[in-house]
């Protein structure tokens, strides 16, 4: 069996990145741009005010000039032409364009109001308080590039330069199908034996949030024929994942009809605890996942190996989670030969983190990973200790490009 690192990079190692289409600047969020996006305005457009004040000379102040005549009043988004001779002020705006002649802006908590004009009772230094023109962004600056992932930041970035489309990677199609007899969907009636299926819920969920277009379809009952004609349909998409029938039960088929659709594997097995049956492989391009059942085992194997595919499908740099270094909480119980992947809650501690594990670990309690904010890496044969060992602690949020030190 091979080590998280091994399986991530023969995962990575069969990604082709997929291709480009236009879309709204609104439509991009979340998703991966997909070309160098310049900017083709300059921000700001033009000099203008960064205070509510008077807009006058720069000079005139330097000479020692403190009494102004104001001359003209310049809302936002109305410039004046009137040009500023000495001795003139215009009342303007935040935000209002610098009108001819004028380069300081006084606030106008430093003036005081006069009959026919303003007192300058604290001139700020020459220059004070505009924005100038280009200073911001230039015609041509570069603003996004490929990979990079569209946040509200970016969308607001672009709108203020008028982008109105932007080139985005395409979103990966992902067919999600759960295996097992025992399996009903929600709003079904629960006969003796049976379980609702969770993981086609949780695989989408990750999927959407992966940037990826998820596909349902259903439940394929512990079968040979059933399973081969829904993976069949599955291997249409980018990338299938399956859950359950992975392991070495007697009616765990999903490998055999792997091998019958000429799904070629790279791998099965990984050491790590949830998550070790899980199979890998390719057919034309598709990638084919076969997670475990057990629905933290199948959100595990998602975290560790999927979620990065999908990123890198999409061009994305930061495939990975970001982690920190933890002290553990409460003592650390011992891992045998397989790495252990134990949902924790983090906190801060003095200067660092301090993580608590999240109730019994059992990779079918879902609600371990609902309560968690990451996963505490306790390398194979850890022998445990008291409270205070520390752990890399993988979280279940955020992306970075550095991935975590994984156990070998
Ligand atoms: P398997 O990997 O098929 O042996 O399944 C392992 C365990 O996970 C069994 O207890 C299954 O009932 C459970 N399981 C499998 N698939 C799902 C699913 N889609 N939703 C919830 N539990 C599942
Ligand atoms: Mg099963």
Known sequence: MIGIDEALDAVLAEVRPLGAERVPLLEALGRA???DVLSPEAVPGFANSAMDGFALRGEDLAEGRREFAVVAEIPAGRPSARHLFAGEAAKIMTGAPLPPGADTVVPVELTVALEAGVLVADPPAPGSNVRLAGEDLAPGDRLLGP???VGPA???LLASVGVETL???????????ATGSELVAPGQPLAPGQIRNSNSFTAYAQVLEAGGDPILLGIARDDAAETRRLLAAALEQDVVLTSGGVSVGEFDFVKQVQDDLGVERRF??????PGKPLAFGVRKGTLVFGVPGNPVASMVSFELYIRPALLALQGRLDLY???????AAEPVKAA????????????????????TTTGPQGSGILRSMALAQGLAIVPGRHPGGPAGQELTVQLLEGSAEDRPPYPA
């Open 33 to 35: 741009c997909a070309a």
């Open 147 to 149: 990979g990079d992932r």
């Open 154 to 156: 970016e969308i607001g």
């Open 167 to 177: 080139p985005v990677a395409r979103r990966p199609r992902v067919a999600i199908l």
């Open 268 to 273: 099965w097995g990984v050491k790590t605890k």
């Open 321 to 327: 989670r970001p982690y920190v270094t933890a002290a």
């Open 336 to 355: 045998k030969e397989r790495a252990e992947l134990r949902r924790c809650r983090l906190a801060r501690e003095g200067g660092g983190w301090r993580f």
